[in-house]
Nanobody, 127 residues
Framework: EVQLVESGGGLVQAGGSLRLSCAAS????????IGWFRQAPGKEREGVAC????????YYVDAVKGRFTISSDNAKSTIYLQMNNLKPEDTAVYYC????????????????????WGQGTQVTVSS
């Protein structure tokens, strides 16, 4: 059974950076896409970024393009979300999540298609 454990959230000022980590156990890169969702208070959970090794695809929601980067250390079975130039509107709980490997595209990476969720980590950006 795949398990996902996030870390790296915290409080940062606008313009600052954070790196989130997601350690995945019993995880197969070939059988999954993996990435990040976020949910702000009063808003729906949205896909932020995902990566599919087997399909060679990477997806970012428009709001984070050019600021966030998803990467992977396959030897450690850990994925990262480097978040630069953070804005107050990035404040949310961030969740690591897996899905089918062919769903890493706009409209495909959505909460209803998630196979496994992490527990979430809070990111707060102050203005």
């Amino acid at each position: 059974e795949v398990q996902l454990v996030e870390s790296g959230g915290g409080l940062v000022q606008a313009g600052g950076s954070l790196r989130l980590s997601c350690a995945a156990s019993e995880f197969s890169y070939g059988d999954n896409a993996i990435g990040w969702f976020r949910q702000a208070p009063g808003k729906e959970r949205e896909g932020v970024a995902c990566w599919s090794s087997s399909y060679g695809s990477t997806y970012y929601v428009d709001a984070v393009k050019g600021r966030f980067t998803i990467s992977s250390d396959n030897a450690k079975s850990t994925i990262y979300l480097q978040m630069n130039n953070l804005k107050p509107e990035d404040t949310a709980v961030y969740y690591c999540a897996t899905t089918a490997p062919f769903l890493c595209f706009p409209g495909g990476y959505h909460p209803g298609a998630v196979r496994v969720w992490g527990q979430g980590t809070q990111v707060t950006v102050s203005s």
